[in-house]
């Protein structure tokens, strides 16, 4: 078994022997996606980091980016594009869209946005950069992002082809393959019935959610 | 029976304002100075209601100073300890240096005088609209609508205000400008007196500076307090002094018939200071920034508006100035969001020569309105943001950041980035998720060119560098054209495609190549 599947297999042993505690609902941002929400736990938690991977080239992650745009309607997103491959669709005027032309680019935007502190939400999406690159960002700059996001209380969303960071406190994964009849279908049925994976939790202690 | 209500005047009298501004400007103008205020214990609480300011200064009172007429020849005033010292207003320079060996003398300077008394007007306004510009240091409030007894706590907090000016200054309450004013020269630092006050009748006829052939005979009567002249009769006087006499008992009698001039403080709001040392490094320079921008924020917040904009000056030794206008995304008056804005600025400056000279003014506006409903919130500190966004176009460029805005076209990826204002107004607040067909589109910027193989028009293998495989599933074509009238000419026909991985591209062929514009995701 590689290390980082023995990794992922401790965490979800740790995630069952000490299970998670319940969090007030003002500690959530609501994505809008109710498979997700429901596998988040109420949604994404403010003052941390969540990982979404989508391994598929068309897993629905660009499905997924819309739905919680299209929600956040009243609140200010920042989107970073790690590859500008974002195609907006409907009038969005509170997403600040950055398009990057690498993934280096985009971690920098990204520490720069959340040590901002005015968004609500900060998108990292990296799904069309490729593992090499991904490979090149320091284990380090995850854990900076994670401090960082701690301490402005802002929420980051990393949208990826693999699993890359351990600074998260929760991964999901997402199976779907996306067909042609979907192409006609209404996106939002799409959506909520994407079929959503754990690849780990955090496990946390109360003290550590009082002092939140 | 309605109660009687009794008006009442404030001064704020600054004794030697001349002398104190010109060692301000001598404070600010040496760079030791300068290193010795960052020693400064300094406490600024601020509100939008009351605001409070302590600041004490290490300012070396008891040391004799006097202030040197234009010529550099003559004193033209001195401190209290110079006073005391023997050295009178008008005697030569080097008779008074021979009075005492410590004597510091300054040159004054007129520029500064001329903004500190705007400033001065500026502070006062915060406690009553109705001012007049008395005197060079001097300021009259009518204090009509100012309810209560207890006057003594704004007196002290508009003291404290200009205290932090570098300033010290006494305040005067009475039932008439005259009385106030009288009050206010012997207060420490805040004396409220009636007309009758006992304390007032004790002062000097000097104090009301009558003409010197009406005090020559006053003092030759025995005349030598104010409670000496009141106490003959008041027609006497007049038969024998006439109208300038009658007008002097009036005033010694607190009986004082004069209306305020009223004046509105200056709009201007600038701060300026002439190094007597050049300056090469940016710390003491941006020492002085944001003392500056302290003593500005103050001075707007009292006459309840934002600063919008700032114009900064920096005075080369070459004679060169370098002038630049910064504008404040959100107009504020917090320091904090002023002095990053032009710290940055500062940060960034080449000079050709050293600088000998800073000067900062603050452009006020008027608080902008804005009324969120339930559901939404503003930027919590769009002054931040914009210095973000700053330094994101500066790590990726203008056009790379924005809020997208669709073109009016059918043109594929017609797409522009406007810069965010974030501004609520115009926005269709009452917008609810929209009921949206099929998955969106990950473009590839620039389109992957790829080879196709055709089988009856259709798509059936694709090979490119990053894409290859078979075809599963083809949908299309789907043909776009437009602007065939002008040279933005396009014309393009697109295919849905399955590969055999399972993956959905779009396929366009367009200008004689197939290119993959992105993938469905």
Redesign the interface.
Known sequence: MPPADKIIQLRKILAERFPQGTLPTSTFLSTGVTGLDHSLGGGLRRGAVAQVVVPHPSGGSALLLHDIIQTMQHRFVALIDGKNSFEPLAETPFLLWLRCQNATQATRAADLLIRDGNFALTILDLKQNSPRELRKIPATTWYRLQRVVEETRATLLLLTRYYISGSSYIALQINEHLQMRDLSQISSVISDSLPIEFLYRKTFVEAEYASA | MPAHKTRLFAVIYTPYYRLQCARQKRLHALPEAVTACNQLELSIENSMVESSVSLSVKVEEDKPAALLDAEGTRIIEVNPVAAAAGIEIGVTTSLALARTSELQLFASATELEHHQQSALLQLCYRYSPYLENTAAGVCTLDLQGRKGDNQEWWARELLAQWRSFGFIAQVGIGPNPEVAWQAAKIANPFLQVTAASSLLQSLPLESLNPSPYLFDILRNWGIRTLGALTRLPREEIGQRLGLEGLSLWDRAAGKSKNVLKQTQPPETFIETVDLEHRLETLEPLLFLLRRFLERLSLRIAAVYRLIAEIRLTLALEDGEKIVRNLQIPAPTREVEALFRIASQYLDTVQTSAPIVGFELEAIPSNPGQNQFDL???G????N??FQ?LA??AA??GNE???????LNTHKP?S?R?RM?T?DWSG?D?A?H?????????????PALPVEVQLNKEKPIWICGQTVTGQVR?A?GPWRTSGNWWNADRWDTQEW?V?LE????YRLAFNTGRWVIV????
């Open positions: 559901f939404q919130s930027l919590k500190d769009p931040r943001f973000t330094r994101l790590l990726l790379q950041i924005g809020i997208p805005e669709k990826d797409v980035l965010p974030f926005t607040q917008k998720k929209q009921l949206r067909i099929g998955v969106p589109l990950r473009r590839y910027r599933v949908r849905d399955e991985d399972g993956a959905l992105g993938v469905y995701d």
